[in-house]
């Protein structure tokens, strides 16, 4: 098992708005590390900070991402 951690600094856009701002940490596990797929990372980023502010994926844009 390969364990790579990451923490992540976003913003939240709307009508090409800024609304928010905000951080999260992402534990990524794979068995192989042949398996890593950064496209994974951020979809997966994206999709916790949509989900903790109610929004759509898409509209959330990374600003810093940084593995620990």
Do not use: K, N, S
């Not at 098992?1 to 709307?14: L, P």
């Not at 502010?53 to 898409?58: I, K, N």
């Amino acid at each position: 098992m390969h364990r790579y951690c990451y923490f992540v600094d976003y913003e939240i856009f709307m009508g090409e708005r800024f609304r928010m701002w905000g951080q999260t940490t992402l534990d990524y596990r794979i068995d192989d590390p042949a398996d890593f797929d950064p496209a994974q990372v951020l979809t997966l980023i994206r999709e916790r900070a949509a989900r903790t502010h109610g929004v759509g994926c898409t509209d959330v844009r990374v600003r810093v991402l940084h593995r620990l």
